[in-house]
């Protein structure tokens, strides 16, 4: 076994059982590109302010170079032994460059190190899962063009409620996902700070550059304190935290298609290209996809709640608690990934909304009571009074297994002398959807608007 890379006051090595537990390789291997970059803005800082050479800088840099080639060509892969991402570059950088390598490591600890990794790759992320916001919102704006007078039941408590615009219904998960990739953007300006140079928790001895380094990195500032730059981890919960939210959006669309899909609702059909069969049963075709996404939204709260949890009792600064937070972030990173493409996909080209299914519905149920309440209170009857006279309407209607349209003009008048024959008109769902007409409410003229709204927003970007 290789001698431990850290200080000569150990004797003997790691128990190897220690080590394998120890050791955050086997995950933080992934950080290795942004442990490069920042080391190698380290070194720059480092010659640049005359605490190494520009010689011995110049080597480190091309050093750590080659350590990245190596790697894209699958030529580094470090064992247990290394430890850790960190040690695993410094140890193959003194094989690469000799004894200069060893000076990388001056005016700096693994405890800036790693938050500068962590956050150089989350802000990666971010832009990547924006632009993945970004492609969804076009998707729905797509699908929702066509189907502004497309009518689909709205349900509250999911009995059905008002009819409203597809158009709209999809509008809402566009908007859901602006607020989605608002709050991306405004914690990307969190993560965006540089603790590097912080050292372990107190600064350091060295005439270091700090702004320097910060703006090589491409970060807004450094730190101010050196104890909160090393022990934050705000920003990751800050995103975990928005990972949930991008989930709990994905996931409720994903359920409204299983219910839509069912035979019960049968609003839309799956296509084969997204729906997969049963094992038994040759007549199934099953919503896996949505049924994931689902799924897959609790792992994401769950690294948010551990993360919550690891902080809360860490007193400062750094504490071996705070390696947990990588497996969290790389595993919530690519569950949103994953479940916002494989959503982007299935609703492009994997559901086709059933238009006599949907107008079946609409045309077939109480959808447009509220809107004879409005008739009569428009024609001055007060609108408690026309709600509870029609109540005893649909009663009535329930009773003698009609609907309100198949009531007979001297039906209606017997209710109430206001009614006149115009009142058929008011209560056929496609003009029930195009009255509500108040901003941001379903009437088409609204939704055409907001359409409107929208693509001139994402055209924007
Ligand atoms: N692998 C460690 C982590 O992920 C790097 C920092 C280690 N620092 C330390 N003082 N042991 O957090």
Same mark, same amino acid.
Request: glycine share 6%.
């Given at each position: 076994?290789?001698?431990?890379?850290?200080?000569?006051?150990?004797? &003997?090595?790691?128990? *190897?059982?220690?080590?394998?537990?120890?050791?955050?390789?086997?995950?933080?291997?992934?950080?290795?590109?942004?442990?490069?970059?920042?080391?190698?803005?380290?070194?720059?800082?480092?010659?640049?302010?005359?605490?190494?050479? *520009?010689?011995?800088?110049?080597?480190?840099?091309?050093?750590?170079?080659?350590?990245?080639?190596?790697?894209?060509?699958?030529?580094?892969?470090?064992?247990?032994?290394?430890?850790?991402?960190?040690?695993?570059?410094?140890?193959?950088?003194?094989?690469?460059?000799? =004894?200069?390598? !060893?000076?990388?490591?001056?005016?700096?600890?693994?405890?800036?190190?790693?938050?500068?990794? +962590?956050?150089?790759?989350?802000?990666? $992320? +971010?832009?990547?899962?924006?632009?993945?916001?970004?492609?969804?919102?076009?998707?729905?704006?797509?699908?929702?063009?066509?189907?502004? @007078?497309?009518?689909?039941?709205?349900?509250?408590?999911?009995?059905?409620?008002?009819?409203?615009?597809?158009?709209?219904?999809?509008?809402?998960?566009?908007?859901?996902?602006?607020?989605?990739?608002?709050?991306?953007?405004?914690?990307?300006?969190?993560?965006?700070?540089?603790?590097?140079?912080?050292?372990?928790?107190?600064?350091?001895?060295?005439?270091?550059?700090?702004?320097?380094?910060?703006?090589?990195?491409?970060?807004?500032?450094?730190?101010?304190? &050196?104890?909160?730059?090393?022990?934050?981890?705000?920003?990751?919960?800050?995103?975990?935290?928005?990972?949930?939210?991008?989930?709990?959006?994905? &996931?409720?669309?994903?359920?409204?298609? +299983?219910?839509?899909?069912?035979?019960?609702?049968?609003?839309?059909?799956?296509?084969?290209?997204?729906?997969?069969?049963?094992? +038994?049963? *040759?007549?199934?075709?099953?919503? =896996?996809?949505?049924?994931?996404?689902?799924?897959?939204?609790?792992?994401?709260?769950?690294?948010?709640?551990?993360?919550?949890?690891?902080?809360?009792?860490?007193?400062?600064?750094?504490?071996?608690?705070?390696?947990?937070? !990588?497996?969290?972030?790389?595993?919530? /990173? =690519?569950?949103?990934?994953?479940?916002?493409?494989?959503?982007?996909?299935?609703?492009?080209?994997?559901?086709?909304?059933?238009?006599?299914?949907?107008?079946?519905?609409?045309?077939?149920?109480?959808?447009?009571?509220?809107?004879?309440?409005?008739?009569?209170?428009?024609?001055?009857?007060?609108?408690? @009074?026309?709600?509870?006279? /029609?109540?005893?309407?649909?009663?009535?209607?329930?009773?003698?297994?009609?609907?309100?349209?198949?009531?007979?003009?001297?039906?209606?008048?017997?209710?109430?002398?206001?009614? $006149?024959?115009?009142?058929?008109?008011?209560?056929? *769902?496609?003009?029930?959807?195009?009255?509500?007409? &108040?901003?941001?409410?379903?009437?088409?003229?609204?939704?055409?608007?907001?359409?409107? $709204?929208?693509?001139?927003?994402?055209?924007?970007?």
């Amino acid at each position: 076994t290789q001698p431990q890379p850290w200080s000569q006051r150990f004797e &003997s090595a790691l128990h *190897p059982a220690i080590a394998r537990f120890n050791a955050s390789i086997g995950f933080d291997i992934r950080l290795i590109e942004y442990d490069l970059t920042g080391s190698q803005a380290h070194a720059k800082m480092l010659a640049k302010t005359g605490i190494i050479s *520009p010689e011995e800088g110049e080597r480190l840099i091309q050093g750590l170079e080659q350590i990245r080639q190596e790697y894209r060509q699958g030529r580094f892969s470090p064992g247990i032994d290394a430890e850790d991402v960190h040690f695993a570059v410094e140890r193959r950088l003194t094989e690469l460059v000799g =004894d200069v390598g !060893k000076k990388l490591h001056t005016a700096r600890s693994r405890n800036d190190q790693v938050g500068t990794d +962590i956050r150089l790759y989350l802000r990666a $992320e +971010i832009d990547q899962i924006q632009q993945q916001l970004r492609q969804w919102q076009r998707t729905l704006l797509e699908v929702a063009t066509p189907h502004v @007078e497309t009518l689909i039941p709205g349900y509250t408590h999911l009995q059905r409620a008002q009819p409203l615009s597809l158009a709209h219904h999809l509008l809402a998960y566009v908007e859901m996902a602006e607020r989605d990739w608002q709050r991306l953007a405004q914690l990307r300006q969190r993560v965006n700070v540089s603790p590097l140079g912080a050292g372990a928790l107190a600064g350091t001895t060295f005439p270091i550059d700090r702004h320097y380094s910060a703006q090589l990195l491409g970060f807004a500032e450094p730190y101010r304190n &050196s104890l909160d730059a090393v022990s934050d981890r705000d920003f990751a919960i800050e995103f975990l935290c928005a990972a949930s939210l991008i989930m709990v959006h994905l &996931s409720r669309l994903a359920e409204e298609v +299983i219910l839509w899909a069912s035979e019960e609702f049968a609003f839309i059909q799956l296509t084969d290209t997204c729906a997969t069969g049963s094992s +038994i049963m *040759p007549q199934k075709k099953n919503p =896996d996809v949505p049924e994931l996404v689902r799924g897959k939204t609790g792992r994401v709260f769950g690294h948010l709640q551990a993360l919550l949890v690891v902080m809360k009792g860490l007193p400062l600064a750094y504490n071996k608690d705070l390696q947990e937070d !990588k497996e969290a972030i790389f595993d919530a /990173v =690519d569950t949103v990934t994953a479940c916002l493409e494989a959503m982007t996909i299935l609703m492009a080209q994997g559901i086709v909304f059933q238009p006599q299914r949907l107008a079946a519905a609409v045309n077939s149920d109480f959808a447009n009571a509220t809107d004879v309440a409005d008739y009569l209170a428009s024609k001055g009857v007060p609108f408690r @009074e026309a709600y509870n006279l /029609v109540g005893r309407v649909v009663k009535t209607c329930l009773e003698q297994g009609k609907f309100l349209k198949d009531l007979t003009l001297q039906e209606w008048q017997a209710l109430h002398p206001a009614f $006149e024959n115009d009142i058929y008109e008011r209560i056929a *769902p496609q003009q029930v959807v195009a009255a509500r007409n &108040s901003y941001g409410g379903t009437g088409f003229a609204q939704v055409r608007m907001a359409l409107e $709204e929208a693509r001139r927003r994402l055209n924007d970007f």
